[in-house]
């Protein structure tokens, strides 16, 4: 009888784990769709220029996929070089520069990818970055995309992720509280960076076919049971 309870819990546990992991996929894929429905509407809205870009957090998150197009001068000596970020199959550094703009204000521009030198990993690469002042036509997010890390306390032009406030306070910059995440089109600069930006809601069917995944198992599990305790059980009586 004890054996026989044991194997009801661990069943039903069972089921009731991978049906909830398949719910989960499915509820991940509802979100993603309303993030493209998101940002399918904003992207159809004016771009935003230097003066209507946020001042502060909660205005940050409210433009956040609205399109930008804002002017400045560079300060290509506060460039940092984010590390371990892969594209098309290729290890390299994700870029990010001040943007200087009118009135004092600046704005991290994540500007592009750029391959790594393997030979020698502390190298930089060598990015054209013009002085003169240039437009930047890009995306508004909130932060250039992070990676885990033991400790956020790197320094210096190569780090594994970057934090607005955190970089305000240690550039000195008076930075806007977002990036601009500088797109390719017609315009764009030949600094010889690569600006394919994954979309961030493609990847729909995969969470489709991962509930599938689990709630064939779930099924799996249940028909095991009903045929193994209660199905052949019979089969076997004289």
């Known amino acids: 009888m004890r054996r026989e309870l044991i194997v009801i819990v661990a069943a039903l546990a069972g089921v009731a784990l991978t049906a909830r992991m398949g719910l989960w996929q499915l509820d991940r894929a509802a979100q993603k769709l309303d993030l493209q429905q998101s940002l399918d509407a904003r992207s159809a809205l004016p771009p935003l220029d230097a003066r209507s870009l946020a001042r502060d957090r909660a205005g940050a998150e409210a433009q956040q996929h609205r399109k930008a197009s804002v002017s400045g001068r560079w300060l290509a000596d506060r460039t940092v070089f984010l590390d371990n970020r892969p594209m098309q199959g290729k290890t390299g550094f994700i870029v990010v520069t001040p943007l200087a703009l009118d009135g004092g204000k600046a704005v ?10 393997f030979a020698d990993r502390a190298a930089l690469p060598q990015v054209a970055t013009s002085s003169e002042p240039v ?38 910059l008076d930075l806007l509280p977002l990036v601009v995440v500088q797109q390719e089109g017609p315009g764009s600069p030949a600094d010889g960076l690569s600006r394919r930006w994954p979309a961030p809601a493609t990847d729909v069917q995969k969470h489709y076919g991962y509930a599938f995944q689990w709630f064939a198992l779930a099924a799996v599990i249940t028909v095991l049971y009903v045929w193994h305790r209660l199905i052949r059980p019979r089969f076997r009586r004289p």
């Open 135 to 172: 437009t930047v036509h890009g995306t508004v997010a909130l932060n250039p995309p992070r990676l885990f890390e033991f400790s956020a306390t790197a320094s210096g032009p190569i780090r594994q992720n970057l934090d607005v406030p955190s970089f305000a306070r240690e550039s000195g």
């Open 108 to 117: 991290l521009v994540q500007r592009g990818w750029v391959q790594r030198d």
